[in-house]
């Protein structure tokens, strides 16, 4: 990997990484292909503007359960299997011990998760997600951490996950068996606790040791139902620590305001499967109060109008509201369009943040963003000043302090 500063804006980036599979420029959205397919969308779509996706996600652990990293590795690698040629990033497993918690136990050796496909135990150890990212043949993977719910109350988990995140660092780094052709990612965690001296910054120190072994960092243990103003305070952290060389994944993190409010302290790189799962249910997303457009509802039976005047995808420009309304509810077409608009929308986004850092505007995009996200009300006198939620107020503050 090599990287280049293209822009800053206070402590927002604008990088190009070169990957073994094409360029790679920040900010940047990854559409999540769980199991080498972002659903609904063909491999080809995600290649053609207005998506032209830079790289994309999958999960290492979904794929090792099916079709398994021997049928992968005998294909040439899920590049070729998926006909996908530009850059692939693999999550370690290690969400699914939220996710999947209820089918896995946690050891120091690592985690047996029981099969949602037919039941089978399988060992998910540190060495084993490196084996099977080695298969799958990632650009960027990604080391197995012990992750937590942000919402846990036991912080002698949370400890144990810290200090066991760094013992298992240490195996990934030893079992990588291909650094020269793939870039091992390590993941901080530690809960929400970011007093000095605490899990945080004790995770984020050891990983630190590592660095000349890592060739990029990811904040994990968010975005999991945590308060916001408790969300960004790990961020910005975190970034604040990392070191300026090294790109910063925010793992599972998708709504566009987060995307927004995070790159400015300084992330570059998301995933989320928000976009695509929030389309199959009939949402899209837009610039209008809120951020969403619901086009289950009645009230959209009859509009007429494009469901976005200002995207240029082809949802946008061939269907009407009232088209994708019926299509919703009749044809597996609906969910696919909805699907091609959101993560066009999500591209156009990253894209223009990318623009207002190189410009050095990106402090007035953030507050322009906020504002239409949260309007003024007209319900009453003096409303308007509680229209924004405490942490958006927390977060104009920050933005001073970081020199916007």
């Known amino acids: 990997m090599s990287l280049r500063v293209i822009g800053t804006c206070g402590r927002a980036r604008a990088l190009d990484l070169t990957l073994p599979h094409g360029p790679l420029r920040t900010p940047?959205?990854?559409?999540?292909?769980?199991?080498?397919?972002?659903?609904?969308?063909?491999?080809?779509?995600?290649?053609?503007?207005?998506l032209d996706c830079d790289i994309i996600l999958a999960n290492t652990y979904h794929l090792g359960v099916?079709?398994?990293?021997?049928?992968?590795?005998?294909?040439?690698?899920?590049?070729?299997?998926?006909?996908?040629?530009?850059?692939?990033?693999?999550?370690?497993?290690?969400?699914?011990?939220?996710?999947?918690?209820?089918?896995?136990?946690?050891?120091?050796?690592?985690?047996?998760?029981?099969?949602?496909?037919?039941?089978?135990?399988?060992?998910?150890?540190p060495e084993m997600s490196m084996n099977l990212q080695n298969q799958i043949g990632s650009d960027i993977?990604?080391?197995?951490?012990?992750?937590?719910?942000?919402?846990?109350?036991?912080?002698?988990?949370?400890?144990?996950?810290?200090?066991?995140?760094?013992?298992?660092?240490?195996?990934?780094?030893?079992?990588?068996?291909?650094?020269t052709e793939q870039n091992l990612f390590g993941i901080l965690q530690g809960g929400?606790?970011?007093?000095?001296?605490?899990?945080?910054?004790?995770?984020?120190?050891?990983?630190?040791?590592?660095?000349?072994?890592?060739?990029?960092?990811?904040?994990?243990?968010?975005?999991?139902?945590?308060?916001?103003?408790?969300?960004?305070?790990?961020?910005?952290?975190?970034?604040?620590?990392?070191?300026?060389?090294?790109?910063?994944?925010?793992?599972?993190?998708?709504y566009p305001l987060d995307l927004v409010v995070c790159t400015a302290l300084g992330v570059d790189m998301y995933d989320c499967v928000y976009p695509t799962r929030t389309a199959r249910f009939g949402t899209a997303l837009a610039d209008v109060p809120g951020g969403l457009i619901k086009l289950k509802s009645s009230s959209m039976a009859k509009d007429e109008s494009p469901l976005d005047p200002n995207c240029s995808c082809f949802a946008c420009r061939g269907y009407t509201r009232a088209q994708l309304h019926l299509l919703l509810k009749t044809d597996?077409?609906?969910?696919?369009?909805?699907?091609?608009?959101?993560?066009?929308?999500?591209?156009?986004?990253?894209?223009?943040?990318?623009?207002?850092?190189?410009?050095?505007?990106?402090?007035?995009?953030?507050?322009?963003?906020?504002?239409?996200?949260?309007p003024p009300t007209t319900t009453g006198p003096g409303q308007e000043k509680d229209r924004f939620p405490k942490w958006v107020v927390d977060f104009n503050r920050l933005l001073r302090l970081i020199r916007y």
Not at 105 to 124: A, C, H, R, Y
Request: hydrophobic share 40%; proline share 6%; glycine share 10%.
């Open 28 to 50: 940047v959205f990854m559409p999540v292909g769980t199991k080498g397919t972002v659903k609904g969308l063909s491999t080809v779509e995600l290649q053609m503007p207005p």
């Open 66 to 125: 099916q079709p398994t990293g021997d049928v992968l590795e005998r294909g040439g690698g899920l590049h070729k299997f998926m006909a996908w040629p530009r850059n692939l990033l693999t999550d370690s497993g290690g969400f699914q011990m939220v996710s999947l918690l209820k089918l896995a136990e946690i050891t120091e050796e690592g985690v047996t998760f029981q099969s949602p496909v037919d039941g089978s135990k399988m060992l998910l150890t």
């Open 141 to 179: 993977m990604m080391a197995l951490d012990d992750v937590v719910s942000s919402t846990s109350v036991s912080p002698e988990r949370f400890e144990e996950a810290c200090h066991r995140t760094l013992r298992w660092i240490d195996r990934c780094i030893a079992s990588h068996s291909r650094p």
């Open 192 to 254: 929400l606790d970011v007093s000095p001296g605490g899990l945080r910054e004790v995770n984020i120190r050891g990983m630190l040791e590592r660095d000349a072994q890592l060739p990029g960092y990811a904040i994990g243990g968010l975005a999991g139902g945590e308060e916001k103003d408790a969300f960004w305070r790990v961020v910005d952290m975190c970034c604040a620590a990392l070191p300026a060389n090294k790109p910063r994944y925010l793992m599972g993190v998708g």
């Open 332 to 374: 597996s077409l609906g969910p696919q369009l909805l699907t091609h608009h959101n993560i066009s929308y999500m591209m156009k986004l990253t894209r223009d943040m990318r623009g207002a850092i190189i410009e050095g505007r990106y402090g007035e995009f953030v507050r322009d963003f906020v504002e239409r996200f949260f």
